[in-house]
């Protein structure tokens, strides 16, 4: 595996040229890759039932194919269906209907890695992971920048015909603009996976939320808790995202950069990291893999539980006070504007 970035310079986009892409499920990552194949020049086809992603597709100048019929037609069918969709959707609509020589993406390798989607003899499957979330690959394409991408090759996939196609398709997405790097499936899985559960999603909003309570518990008003330890969250990752954590510390204060030191250690302790470790064991092993399936397969009732619960916590309700209180206060300048 090549540990060199490629960058548009070094990627021929001849393999994806006269290949019927179908990008199917239209959601925000779904139409993110339509909509910069089309506009990098690709012949791009539109699998999508008949719904709200539909009608996007149609405003977007698409014209919409059943998921069988795009299948039927295309070179390359790219799953941009959520992770536990991928194992339904191909068996019945997708991989009877392929042609042999053609080739399956999946832009996160989940459903490859375990087994939720197995290409049979002949089909190829590839991946390519923009790392951004659909609006931003979309924003930054136009803006004349690009999301970094991690591909892969998958079952089936040889390196030397399949390679060049995903740096071909990473490159249309707009990846080559900001670097795209090789991995495996298991890498970009696992590390995802681990990723959300442990900063991005699980430890960012589980953190914000304890300590937004441990405040109001003490007496704090739940507004300024909130300002404290969700609202200034977006001013530290930003600082993080343009340079780094050494740069972060250099533009907070001293007392915010030594509270920084002494305290963090206390909070990510020999406990946390040893249940980081525990967590990501699950993964690799894939017990957290078996879990989330058997979650989807029974209709995913503890999932629609959480979010009810967690839509309701405190630290939500301060939240949409805050943001209520600041567009009123902005609305007679808005007014004052229009005059």
């Given amino acids: 595996m090549n540990e060199k970035a490629y960058f548009d310079a070094d990627i021929d986009d001849g393999p994806i040229h006269n290949k019927a892409i179908a990008i199917v499920g239209y959601g925000a990552q779904g139409r993110a890759h339509a909509l910069n194949l089309r506009d990098s020049g ?5 699998g999508q039932r008949p719904g709200r992603g539909f009608e996007k597709a149609v405003a977007d ?25 991928h194992g339904e959707i191909y068996s019945a609509e997708i991989d009877g209907n392929l042609r042999d020589g053609c080739v399956v993406l999946c832009c996160h390798g989940f459903s490859l890695l375990y087994r939720q989607v197995v290409p049979r003899d002949g089909i190829a499957a590839i991946l390519v992971a923009p790392k951004g979330a659909g609006h931003m690959v979309r924003s930054a394409y136009e803006e004349g920048s690009g999301v970094p991408c991690l591909v892969a090759l998958g079952p089936g996939a040889e390196r030397q015909r399949h390679f060049p196609l995903a740096l071909a398709y990473a490159r249309a997405l707009g990846g080559g603009r900001a670097g795209i790097l090789e991995t495996t499936l298991a890498e970009e899985t696992e590390t995802d996976l681990f990723g959300e559960q442990v900063v991005l999603c699980g430890g960012v909003s589980h953190l914000a939320a304890a300590a937004f309570e441990t405040l109001v518990e003490a007496g704090y008003r739940e507004e300024v808790a909130w300002f404290e330890c969700v609202h200034e969250l977006k001013l530290v990752v930003d600082l993080i995202h343009r340079g780094g954590l050494a740069s972060m510390r250099d533009h907070i204060s001293n007392t915010a950069e030594y509270g920084d030191y002494t305290r963090g250690p206390r909070i990510v302790d020999d406990h946390v990291r040893q249940t980081m470790r525990e967590i990501l064991a699950e993964i690799r092993d ?8 058997s979650e989807t397969a029974s209709g995913g009732k503890f999932l629609e539980q959480m979010r009810e619960r967690h839509g309701k916590a405190p630290v939500e309700r301060a939240g949409h006070a805050v943001h209520a209180m600041i567009a009123e206060a902005r609305e007679p300048a808005r007014q004052k504007d229009q005059h």
């Avoid at 014209?63 to 536990?84: G, N, Q, R, T, W």
């Avoid at 894939?286 to 399936?293: H, K, S, V």
Wanted: proline content about 5%; aromatic content about 8%.
């Fill in 61 to 85: 100048g698409f014209s919409p194919l059943a998921v069988a019929d795009a299948a039927a037609i295309a070179d390359v069918v790219c799953l941009m269906l959520p992770d536990e969709r």
């Fill in 286 to 293: 894939g017990t957290f893999a078996r879990e989330w399936i």
């Fill in 42 to 46: 690709c012949q791009v086809i539109v």
